[in-house]
């Protein structure tokens, strides 16, 4: 089955960067986009980017724009996402997502299990 | 940015009730809307895609209707493992914007 597995739980002090993966497993890497989303506690989802394993085409949040990068492994068909300049704002659980669709329309299914990054001096 | 907004925020529910979630866009987003269910501590799940397309696996109580700015996400008879958030997405535009979600609790 198709599986996203994301590495484990990141405390990082302000000022610091982190860096999540997202290893995949289960469909052909190279033909599904990845979006990543964030969940601060107790708020909402934010959509934070996407990237297209074969292109290596990138979209970007604005508002992280400067700050966040995102990559993929096509031999270890495992996703990144860095991101920089850390703050409080910043602590939240951190998901990726395949992005299948019809040709039309985009979902995202299935999602990584979460990564927790919390910021904190 | 595409402003998704849901109500109601909360409701409770019995078991057997028909439930209705409702989402809007802040324009119109044609039928690119999908639905997710958020259980505490785990990552979302895919429901509803393009508006109206149960996802393989999910029960047919769960039901999508829509298109524009106006969508539902309707649960035609409440289950005890139906608590939950639910987040309607819109995928029409990046970034794509999520509604702040509708906490379901069973009574």
């Known amino acids: 089955q198709i599986q996203l597995v994301q590495s484990g739980p990141e405390v990082k002090k302000p000022g610091a960067s982190v860096k999540v993966s997202c290893k995949t497993s289960g469909y052909a890497f190279s033909s599904f986009g990845l979006t990543w989303v964030r969940q601060a506690p107790g708020h909402g989802l934010e959509w934070m980017g996407w990237i297209a394993p074969k292109s290596n085409t990138k979209l970007y949040a604005q508002k992280l724009q400067d700050r966040v990068t995102l990559t993929t492994d096509t031999s270890t068909n495992t996703a990144y996402m860095e991101l920089r300049s850390l703050t409080s704002d910043d602590t939240a659980v951190y998901y990726c997502?395949?992005?299948?669709?019809?040709?039309?329309?985009?979902?995202?299914?299935?999602w990584g299990q979460g990564t927790l990054v919390t910021v904190s001096s | 940015d595409i402003q998704m907004t849901q109500s109601p925020s909360s409701l409770s529910a019995s078991v057997g009730d028909r439930v209705t979630i409702t989402c809007r866009a802040g324009?119109?987003?044609?039928?690119?809307l999908n639905w997710y269910q958020q259980k505490p501590g785990k990552a979302p799940t895919l429901l509803i895609h393009a508006a109206s397309n149960l996802q393989s696996g999910v029960p047919s109580r769960f039901r999508g209707s829509g298109s524009g700015t106006d969508f539902t996400l309707i649960i035609s008879s409440l289950q005890p493992e139906d608590y939950g958030t639910y987040f309607c997405q819109q995928s029409y535009r990046t970034p794509y914007t999520f509604g702040q979600g509708t906490k379901l609790e069973i009574k």
């Open positions: 997502a395949r992005e299948p669709g019809d040709g039309v329309h985009n979902w995202l299914d299935p």
């Open positions: 324009q119109s987003i044609s039928s690119y």
